[in-house]
């Protein structure tokens, strides 16, 4: 995020470009300092936007085990949220691909299992009380209906009113919850329905 944080900072009697360095140094340590609480208990890949000359010094200093190789080499200042959004998810690619199979391999080892489920009637109530590790979703699919924590799951073949997508619905739970959610073309969906979870117990 774009913050208001000032940092003090002293140099001594080096050259200019030594005090360059030590405030551009220090300036990277403290982002690194107010990060790392943030990211203590995340395991989601990290994309790094910045200047050039600020990635090696980042790198140096940053511990996050998942900060990715690839960065945006920009200052985020110069770029519309869209665009920066769109360079962030090029940047994370090769790496989203690398877990997207890891996870469909993930959840073909547990078919005989009561770790997976692809029934929206199933996985919202899982959703809902955090046992949905990983959501898979077909791109471009709806299931409407409505959801009650109480009354459960009610699905209708057409859209009816005060309807909602249950399907987009699980999704953004799914990521309210801190979990990963793949949205991917319903032929990657590894249940063949439009949907299909990793649970958690």
Not at 58 to 66: A, G, K, T
Request: aromatic share 6%.
């Amino acid at each position: 995020g774009r913050g208001t944080a000032r940092v003090g900072i002293q140099t001594g009697h080096g050259t200019p470009k030594d005090d360059q360095k030590t405030l551009v140094t220090e300036y990277v340590r403290s982002v690194v300092k107010h990060l790392e609480p943030v990211l203590r208990h995340e395991s989601s890949p990290l994309v790094l936007a910045a200047v050039q000359s600020l990635h090696p010094v980042f790198r140096e200093l940053c511990r996050y085990p998942y900060l990715l190789e690839e960065g945006v080499m920009a200052s985020p200042d110069s770029l519309t949220d869209s665009e920066l959004h769109r360079r962030a998810i090029e940047a994370a690619g090769p790496n989203r691909q690398a877990n997207l199979q890891a996870a469909i391999e993930r959840y073909r080892q547990m078919q005989r299992t009561d770790r997976i489920a692809y029934h929206i009637e199933q996985i919202l109530p899982a959703v809902e009380h955090g046992r949905v590790d990983v959501l898979f979703a077909g791109s471009g699919i709806h299931i409407w209906g409505k959801f009650d924590g109480e009354k459960g799951v009610t699905v209708h073949r057409d859209r009816e009113p005060h309807d909602v997508d249950l399907l987009d619905l699980a999704i953004c739970k799914t990521i309210e919850n801190g979990r990963t959610a793949y949205v991917v073309d319903s032929k990657v969906v590894p249940s063949h329905e439009p949907l299909a979870a990793i649970l958690k117990w």
